[in-house]
């Protein structure tokens, strides 16, 4: 492909108009890029770009920014790619070129895709389907359909995602849509792994490469079939269904991985991860674990969010299943990446795995987490009984501390404008200033500074501060707001390696304070209207300040105007009969 396009590049640099040649320049970068020669492709679509800028060709321009786009998302820069695939939608549409406009919808639904923005994918698919079908153009119909299929299997719909490659299929049949069929077959083989079959799995993948082979077109798709045959194979292998032709296949996707180019960034996270899959399915930790990690490496490098969960997904439950703490905090990245774009059925296996890693790894921690619901019980009962603030307060952080299995819990509310211990358990909030809380304080300053959260956990660590070596535990510290306003802090630590806090823990914690932060508020406000009512009713007896001052006792007896006339007029008569009756008068 790449001498004919190199014919043609001299053929156009003799013979053609500038315009065939700014063409001819676009088409040997795409052909640079395929064999994964991304500085050469980049700078000959370039060069094509400018050319069709100089002659004012708007159709030019858009079809160098789809090509860059292309070559971008290939080699892993994906927002670039977006930014690229956007300016040529909007050149396209203002020359109203509808059969060149859904290619780079074509291209912008993939890079979504690989970031996990599965609504934007579904969106731009969706667009590429409804311009094809407007103008028959059946290439573009088939790479809808493939297009919508990964995303409803990506969501879990694996029913949608195998009514949309059948339709795929169909069309690419009979019409030597060769390089489309391959890749539906590839999305086919994925669909019916995810749905727990790798026998048929790996028969669709065997389609796809037998089509690459044949018609010499396995640049295109090699990485691909061969990652979902290593997929294939390793779920087969957990099911114990292992048959020679299957070895044979694994053994040889296995040795094509491991010749992907490193520099398609696109291709190789994918690669190294099934790889890992292949020697954990072996036993051979270590050398899954050197894969895992340079498939996280390569991944982080291009946001791919999507893959890059699923790599976390397996290598997470490796380290968990081994006794490390460490893949506990992967699998909870996996969870977190999975639920922000909507993959339920990934979200579900994340959930699954985390919790049989953690019964068998870590007993100990699990008792621990089954404490939770009943915690939770009684704390609501505590929430809904008629206590004083004290006692409310005292009642909280022991139910938090029991709930999490801590070993020590502080609440701190905001009162004058700083912060006030009021509530502790197994902490003298006396000794708060004592040079051994120093690390504890210094937590929380840095909370009420940021209005963040503060977790330390084994491999997980988002604070380092001046005193830390002086803690070796597992911490979780949480701003309390209510209505917009920081009214303070939930501090709770634990000295037990078993129990060390991950995100998981943070998120209960960091969703159970608001509820404090209400509870404090609502106290408050009772103790204003308590205050308000009684001095409503003194109101209501004694209407001004000056009567309510004038009739208390102390002011009743013997200092009211009436009892000064008393005695004023008592004294006068008494001086008088002294002065009368008396003996020297």
Known sequence: ALLVQLRQLNLAEKFGTP????????????ACMQLLLFTRAMRYISKSRDMSARLNNPWGIAFSENCLGICLFSAGKRQEAIEHC??????????????????????????????????KAAGAFQNLHDLSERVGNMRGLVYSY??????????????????????????????????????AYTTYGRIWNKRGEPEKAVSYFERSRTICWDNKLKAHFEPLYNAGIADACVEAGERGWKT?????????????????????????????????????????????????????????????????????????RMKLNSGSREGGEYLSEAEGIFREIGAAADLARARQYTEQGYAQAFPAARE?????????????????????????????????????????GLLMLVENGSLVAR???????????DPSYDFVKSVISQVEKSGAPVIIGKGLVNYRGDYQDKFSGSLLCVPMEYKGRFGGVLYIDTDADQNQYNSRDLELVAAFAPQIAMIVENLSLSEKVVELEKNRKESAVYPTPEIREGYKYENIIGKSEVMQKVRSEERRVGKECRSRWSPYH
Not at 280 to 291: M, P, V
């Open 19 to 30: 315009r065939e040649l700014a063409q001819a320049y676009a088409a040997h970068g795409l």
């Open 86 to 119: 956007q300016r040529s939608i909007r050149i396209y549409s203002d020359i109203e070129d509808t059969l060149e406009l859904g290619f780079p919808y074509a291209t912008l639904g993939w890079v979504y895709y690989h970031n996990g923005d599965f609504e």
């Open 146 to 183: 493939t297009g919508l299929a990964e995303v409803s299997l990506a969501r879990g719909d694996y029913d949608r995602a195998e009514s949309y490659i059948t339709d795929s299929i169909k069309l690419c049949e009979g019409r030597e849509l060769l390089i489309s069929l391959a890749g």
């Open 244 to 316: 020679p032709p299957l070895k044979r296949s694994l053994k040889n996707a296995i040795k094509r991985l491991r010749t992907v180019d490193r520099k398609s960034r696109n291709y190789a996270g994918q690669a190294l991860r099934s790889i890992g899959n292949y020697y954990l399915n072996l036993g051979k930790t270590k050398k899954a674990e050197r894969y895992y990690a340079e498939s996280l490496a390569a991944l982080r490098r291009n946001d791919g969010r999507y893959e890059l969960a699923l790599t976390l997904l397996n290598y997470g």
């Open 368 to 408: 621990a987490k089954d404490r939770i619901p009943s915690s939770l019980i009684k704390l609501s009962k505590v929430i809904g009984s008629a206590l004083s603030s004290g006692e409310m307060l005292e009642k909280l952080i022991a139910g938090v501390v029991e709930m999490m299995g801590a070993d020590r």
């Open 423 to 433: 509530a502790a358990w197994n902490i003298d909030r006396d000794k708060i200033g």
